[in-house]
């Protein structure tokens, strides 16, 4: 399995990003799939998770009402759009394939990682 992020970069207080994982290697459509993030010198969390069938969500706290997890099982890609975004969101943001169909909220499950694509929101 390979799952390629991309959409990162630098961006202001207030801006908008919307991360892509592209997925391959096993049927994308009967894994839930989630995104992380890790900022320096604190511990991965998940920032969103999303069911295989794309019909159950979760959010962190610190998210809900500004990014929106969604996924398109017909082009094997999972989206994170984040809006209104602050310095507090910074960090290495991960995707990740987990080996069950329920909507991912934490690390437990997860069998495949990205490899990161970084988001820096300046102040």
């Known amino acids: 399995v390979q799952l390629q992020a991309s959409g990162g970069g630098l961006v202001h207080a207030g801006g908008s990003l919307r991360l892509s994982c592209a997925a391959s290697?096993?049927?994308?459509?009967?894994?839930?799939m989630g995104w992380f993030r890790q900022a320096p010198g604190k511990v991965r969390e998940c920032v969103s998770g999303?069911?295989?069938?794309?019909?159950?969500?979760y959010y962190v706290d610190s998210v809900k009402g500004r990014f929106t997890i969604s996924r398109d099982n017909t082009k094997n890609t999972m989206y994170l759009q984040m809006n209104s975004l602050i310095p507090e969101d910074t960090a290495v943001y991960y995707c990740a394939q987990s080996s069950l169909i329920s909507v991912v909220t934490h690390a437990g499950g997860i069998d495949y990682w990205g490899q990161g694509t970084l988001v820096t929101v300046s102040s």
């Open positions: 999303i069911s295989a069938s794309g019909r159950s969500t």
């Open positions: 290697g096993r049927t994308f459509s009967n894994y839930a």
